[in-house]
């Protein structure tokens, strides 16, 4: 099969109408819009459907398109923060870099931990130079933290919301992975395919910002996403 049967091309960019939808919040400084699984955020070296390609649709009445503050996964969905002009999406990144930000996760996993919370204080390291982003533990490699607590149990998986104190790539993968309760889906670090059903089920469903000095931080919830609700369901969620 060549190369070009073995990309994932089913995934489509989105239209004005779409992208807009997906705003979950809209100030003079931000936006936090609810990004698709299976939609990378950025152009990659081959081309093909991305996230920032429908930005323009997002000006709404600025001078240029906002700009990403951070970024997801491919496969991962959910909460997402742009900038709207510079001086903002400065403000935002070292917000994200001095971990100012507070981030939840929902996760579904296999199997999953006997205790109902806890912290993983696990270093992380490239896996090697040809793979990139990919992660390991690693005791010499980046101090990576992540808080996690058990918000329901059913049918060998857990429904888990994920902290991420540190922000490395791939963290909440290769710390799930790592403890023997990979994420559902994940066809890195875990059991999932290399195509096709079940999609990645980490979704950034919470996320709190303090933007403005002299006020509260800025709180944006994310729907789960259709892909996770059979199995959120089977872990005990009721819909919201």
């Known amino acids: 099969m060549s190369e070009s049967h073995n990309e994932r091309i089913d995934i489509p960019g989105l239209t004005a109408e779409e992208i807009q939808a997906r705003v979950l919040h809209r100030d003079g400084l931000m936006l936090v819009i609810d990004k698709p699984a299976g939609l990378p955020v950025h152009r990659g070296p081959k081309g093909g459907a991305n996230l920032e390609a429908s930005f323009d649709a997002l000006r709404f009445g600025l001078p240029r398109p906002p700009v990403l503050a951070h970024r997801l996964d491919r496969d991962t969905s959910g909460c997402l923060v742009l900038g709207r002009h510079r001086k903002a999406t400065a403000s935002l990144g070292l917000l994200f870099k001095h971990g100012k930000i507070s981030k939840t996760y929902w996760a579904v996993v296999e199997g999953g931990p006997t205790e109902d919370e806890g912290i993983i204080d696990m270093p992380l390291g490239r896996l090697n130079e040809e793979r990139g982003w990919w992660q390991k533990p690693d005791p010499k490699g980046q101090s990576a933290i992540t808080n996690w607590k058990v918000l329901g149990r059913g049918h060998g998986l857990s429904w888990l919301a994920l902290e991420p104190v540190t922000g490395r790539t ?68 009721n819909g919201e």
């Open 170 to 237: 791939h963290q909440l993968r290769v710390h799930s992975a790592a403890l023997g309760w990979p994420i559902v889906g994940d066809n890195i670090y875990g059991n999932g395919p290399r195509f096709g059903e079940p999609t990645l089920h980490l979704h950034s469903r919470e996320i709190g910002i303090p933007i403005s000095k002299n006020k509260e931080p800025v709180h944006v919830v994310a729907p789960a996403p259709a892909h996770l609700h059979q199995r959120l369901m089977a872990c005990g969620w």
